[in-house]
Nanobody
Framework: QVQLVESGGGLVQPGGSLRLSCAPS????????MGWYRQAPGKERELVAE???????NYADSVKGRFTISRDNAKNTVYLEMNSLKPEDTAVYYC???????????????WGRGSQVTVSS
């Protein structure tokens, strides 16, 4: 069964940087909008950034100017470059995408399992 897989999380000091990656674990027919969400302890899951297949982007105000989302359509991969990280960025980051696994399949909203990002001194 194909699923989204995130990588690149970890522990980083305030002001540091990390890059997250996300891609399907197997072959797919098509993939459309891709994005990143995050959820901190005791808080609701929130949209961090999203990107269309054509490259259009949208960012949460809290990360605008610090984070950059990008994608490689040939690899079906989405990236999130996180710079100038702050302790309040600490959360589990989830990859999300609209995926069609076969030509005859419906388009599904798919999620990764999440990647922990901890910003602490």
């Amino acid at each position: 069964q194909v699923q989204l897989v995130e990588s690149g999380g970890g522990l980083v000091q305030p002001g540091g940087s990390l890059r997250l990656s996300c891609a399907p674990s197997g072959s797919i027919f098509s993939i459309n909008v891709m994005g990143w969400y995050r959820q901190a302890p005791g808080k609701e899951r929130e949209l961090v950034a999203e990107i269309t297949s054509g490259g259009g982007t949208n960012y949460a105000d809290s990360v605008k100017g610090r984070f950059t989302i990008s994608r490689d359509n040939a690899k079906n991969t989405v990236y999130l470059e996180m710079n100038s990280l702050k302790p309040e960025d600490t959360a589990v980051y989830y990859c999300e995408a609209k995926v069609q696994y076969y030509w005859y399949s419906p388009i599904l909203r798919s999620w990764g399992r999440g990647s922990q990002v901890t910003v602490s001194s």
